[in-house]
């Protein structure tokens, strides 16, 4: 097998450790051999990548991905797209984010049925490029829950972009179908959401709708995703183990109690980039800061920022993702999150990275081969032109990421940065905690 070097680089490992000088030999797909300088590694490579003292790291997770959001400024404009347009549109965003250092995503919910697994089939056989990714069902809800719409000045005109469910029994025939098409994982909305006109703290679903749910993914070997603001909807995460708990804004002393307790199964991608960017950068879209207030978003953020910082201070694993694709927060300016980590949760710049390295190969459930740079794991590498511990912005900016990896194989060379790829990042012109911290923003 070809034996490839990537010398002279800084490298952070994604193992909690110090970055240090060195180089790295990949053979094939995996990574064989890691050198601290001055020990070299480039006479017993068939090719040499001079990485010129950049900073090396593991590829990033997502671990809250909505391939199928389109940009847009409203939820409607999901289900408007048709279908064959719309797979079309996940091919592309699939690349953007490939190009932005993301090698592996978790699927938070398809627009319509299908989409991810058919992505998620493509991506694998070859057919276009994204990272290695999970797939998730469309989103099951309940009659008026989050995904099941209607057009205010049309009542009747139903828009819905969620599987809707009324009881066990459709519960069960959900998962079954889902199931069926090739999901990996379950996804259901067990609160609601302020931007759909349903309180985040609202819990529409029965604990026994809840353990149908639960039956069905344990019986079939798959597990379940829950979009979960509310406390309540984070105690059923719990009480019937569903794994990957979306957001959790609102969870209570009881709830971050059963979470710290079950730690170890459970994992939370809380979208605060959802709640930053609504807040302080929707103004060109009609959601001024005094609309995002009117509507609750300011104060599910105070909530949130205290609740998450509580959450990792527990050991609770909390990794970047989350709701990216629309018009004020659009795909590929993922990397936000990173930095909002830091300013809203109280993470360190090394803590964020390892939430998006590390706890990414765990998240993927590949631990042992996925988020390290260490022999024997998969070449899912990202070469950044800067110091990202001293400035997580700069994995906002497509020039800075000077090569992505994948799987042995270059995806993205160290001179690439397309036009289109620069007009992704978004200045945080109106937030102003930009560059002050969270206590100058947030009352207390």
């Not at 179908?177 to 609160?191: P, T």
């Not at 957001?247 to 170890?264: G, I, P, R, V």
């Amino acid at each position: 097998m070809k034996k490839t070097a990537i010398t002279n680089v800084a490298i952070f490992d994604g193992s909690g450790g110090e970055v240090f000088n060195g180089d790295i030999l990949i053979e094939g797909n995996r990574i064989v051999e890691v050198a601290h300088f001055p020990n070299k590694l480039a006479g017993r490579a068939d090719q040499v990548i001079d990485g010129k003292g950049k900073f090396l790291m593991p590829g990033m997770t997502e671990a809250h991905t909505h391939f199928s959001w389109n940009d847009q400024p409203s939820l409607a404009a999901i289900q408007m797209m048709p279908p064959e347009e719309h797979i079309l549109w996940c091919v592309q965003v699939a690349k953007r984010y490939l190009d932005m250092g993301w090698t592996s995503a978790l699927g938070a919910a398809a627009a319509k049925a299908r989409l991810d697994v058919v992505l998620r089939n493509a991506i694998t056989a070859g057919q276009c490029v994204g990272p290695r990714y999970l797939a998730g069902s469309q989103e099951i809800t309940t009659l008026g829950g989050l995904g099941d719409m209607t057009l205010p000045h049309l009542p009747f005109q139903e828009l819905s972009f969620g599987h809707i469910v009324s009881g066990p029994e459709e519960i069960r025939k959900a998962a079954r179908m889902f199931i069926k098409y090739g999901v990996d994982h379950l996804k259901i909305n067990l609160s609601g959401e302020y931007i759909a006109g349903i309180a985040a703290e609202l819990s529409p679903f029965s604990d026994e709708e809840v353990a149908m749910l639960a039956a069905e993914a344990k019986r079939y070997g798959k597990r379940v995703a829950a979009h979960a603001r509310s406390s309540e909807s984070v105690k059923q995460c719990v009480r019937h183990g569903l794994e990957l708990i979306f957001h959790a804004s609102f969870a209570d002393e009881e709830a971050l109690d059963l979470l710290e307790a079950n730690k170890d199964k459970h994992f939370v991608a809380p979208g605060i980039g959802w709640l930053v960017r609504t807040c302080f950068n929707a103004s060109e879209y009609g959601i001024t800061t005094e609309v995002a207030e009117k509507m609750g978003y300011r104060r599910e953020l105070e909530a949130a920022s205290e609740t998450l910082s509580k959450m990792h201070k527990r050991g609770v694993r909390v990794l970047p993702g989350g709701d990216y694709g629309f018009a004020w927060m659009p795909h590929g300016t993922n990397a936000n999150d990173l930095q909002y980590f830091v300013d809203y949760i109280g993470m360190s710049s090394k803590e964020a990275l390892l939430a998006a390295t590390r706890l990414g190969g765990e998240l993927m459930m590949r631990a042992d081969e996925l988020g390290q740079i260490q022999p024997g794991y998969i070449a899912d590498l990202v070469m950044v032109d800067g110091d990202p511990l001293q400035d997580l912005r700069i994995l906002t900016e497509p020039s800075r990421i000077a090569m992505v990896m994948q799987d042995g194989v270059v995806h993205k060379n160290l001179h690439d940065s397309s036009p289109r790829e620069a007009a992704l990042h978004i200045p945080d012109s109106e937030n102003p905690l930009r560059d002050k911290g969270v206590q100058e923003a947030i009352p207390a």
